[in-house]
C-alpha cells in the first residue's frame, strides 16, 4: 500500500479525487504509482456499477461525487457490460516530471 505521504483520511480523499478525474475526463497523466494504486479502485466500481441496481448506484453515490457517480453508472458502465474485467490501461511515457524525476503515466479505460 502507497501512502503517498499522507494520513490515512488525506489519502483516502486524495484517492477519490484521483477516481472523480479519471471518470470525468476518461484518461488523466499521472505518476505512475498513483496510476498503479488508482487502477483497482476504478475498476472496482465499474464492477459495481455494471450490477445496474439501485443499491450499487447508492454505493457509488457514497464513495464519488454526484457527477461521477451518474456518470460511471450510466455511461462507462454500459460499455463493458459484456466484459469480465481489465476496464482500464496504464501506458508509461518517456517524460519524467521536473522537480524530483519521477516516472508518469496515462491511465485510460480501455
Known amino acids: ?3 503517498f505521504g499522507r494520513k490515512k483520511g488525506q489519502r ?10 479519471l471518470i470525468m475526463q476518461e484518461r488523466i497523466l499521472t505518476t505512475s ?15 459495481t456499477a ?6 450499487s448506484l447508492r454505493a457509488l453515490l457514497s464513495d464519488l461525487p454526484k457527477q461521477s457517480a451518474t456518470k460511471i453508472y450510466y455511461e462507462i458502465a454500459p460499455r463493458y457490460k459484456d466484459k469480465k474485467g481489465g476496464y ?18 496515462v491511465i485510460e479505460f480501455v
Open 88 to 105: 482500464t490501461r496504464i501506458i508509461k511515457t518517456e517524460k519524467r516530471r521536473k522537480r524530483d524525476g519521477v516516472e508518469l503515466s
Open 33 to 47: 504509482a498513483r496510476a498503479k494504486e488508482l487502477r483497482p479502485i476504478v475498476e472496482k466500481m465499474i464492477t
Open 50 to 55: 455494471k450490477k445496474n441496481n439501485l443499491s
Open 12 to 21: 483516502r480523499a486524495f484517492k477519490k479525487s484521483l477516481a472523480s478525474n
Open 1 to 3: 500500500m502507497r501512502k
